[in-house]
């Protein structure tokens, strides 16, 4: 990610463009993730986690 050096700009305005395209990227979540080596198994059980959690929390729908 880089942004670049405007005529006359401050660093205070350049590094609140680069933290705003930071986010808009999605970049930290990704890091985070990438911080600590997590096995295949490992994400698996996390998602089947999370799912049930989200159908849980979710109310059902009549058909």
């Not at 395209?21 to 999370?50: D, M």
């Amino acid at each position: 990610m880089s942004v670049e050096l405007r005529p006359g700009e401050s660093q205070e305005s350049i590094l609140k463009r680069f933290r705003k395209a930071v986010a808009e990227a999605r970049i930290l979540p990704i890091v985070r993730q990438k911080r600590w080596f997590t096995s295949k198994s490992e994400i698996k059980r996390i998602k089947r986690q999370k799912a049930i959690r989200k159908s849980q929390r979710l109310p059902k729908r009549a058909v």
